[in-house]
T-cell receptor
Framework: DAGVIQSPRHEVTEMGQEVTLRCKPI?????LFWYRQTMMRGLELLIY????????DSGMPEDRFSAKMPNASFSTLKIQPSEPRDSAVYFC???????????FGSGTRLTVV | AQSVTQLDSQVPVFEEAPVELRCNYS??????LFWYVQYPNQGLQLLLK??????LVKGINGFEAEFNKSQTSFHLRKPSVHISDTAEYFC????????????FGKGTHLIIQP
């Protein structure tokens, strides 16, 4: 099992540009989560999906952020337009529907200049 | 809603000494509890988890934690630490069932001194 796969590992972009982060969950996991990690705010849950359906997006900071899960093996987190304060490490995690087996990807370090 | 408090932002310990990292949680429902470790510039790795059953949970790398419902605590312990244990440790909680997201504490930076 390759685990949760995120791409890219690092992204540097200019303010105002669109950024797309990608995640491939573990096969068979029904739930997918997007987190953001910053020094100031720690680890924050942005949004999560169960069976490809968004369940709770209350953590998404602004309308500039959007997430999709078109199928069970792929999800994207998009920021449009990006701002310097979006600079953070973004983690994707997946889990079976029940049982608390959360597995995290290696993260995408986003820098907006 | 749940919340997690990690009482120490930084814990310095000498190598081969024991360590305890404290975690308290707040929840109106039953919960699952987790400890994750994050090494510099890496993702989060699961150390151990409590879902139900025995309140003493053993994890990887010699770590263990004890769930105390009356004190709403889930402290992490290791009897003898090594330089390689230097990392950030996060306590996390989710409502029982594990279908929702994790709520994390702010983290404790464990510093092992030679």
């Amino acid at each position: 099992d390759a685990g949760v796969i995120q791409s890219p590992r690092h992204e540097v972009t200019e303010m105002g540009q669109e950024v797309t982060l990608r995640c491939k969950p573990i096969s068979g996991h029904n739930s997918l989560f997007w987190y953001r990690q910053t020094m100031m705010r720690g680890l924050e849950l942005l949004i999560y999906f169960n069976n490809n359906v968004p369940i709770d997006d209350s953590g998404m900071p602004e309308d500039r952020f959007s997430a999709k899960m078109p199928n069970a093996s792929f999800s994207t987190l998009k920021i449009q337009p990006s701002e310097p304060r979006d600079s953070a490490v973004y983690f994707c995690a997946s889990s079976p529907r029940r049982g608390g087996g959360y597995t995290f990807g290696s993260g995408t370090r986003l820098t907006v200049v | 809603a749940q919340s997690v408090t990690q009482l120490d932002s930084q814990v310095p310990v000498f190598e081969e000494a024991p360590v305890e990292l404290r975690c308290n949680y707040s929840s109106s429902v039953s919960v699952y509890l987790f400890w994750y470790v994050q090494y510099p510039n890496q993702g989060l790795q699961l150390l151990l988890k409590y879902l139900s059953g025995s309140t003493l949970v053993k994890g990887i790398n010699g770590f263990e934690a004890e769930f105390n419902k009356s004190q709403t605590s889930f402290h992490l312990r290791k009897p003898s630490v090594h330089i390689s244990d230097t990392a950030e440790y996060f306590c996390a909680v989710t409502p029982g069932g594990g279908a929702d997201g994790l709520t994390f504490g702010k983290g404790t930076h464990l510093i092992i001194q030679p």
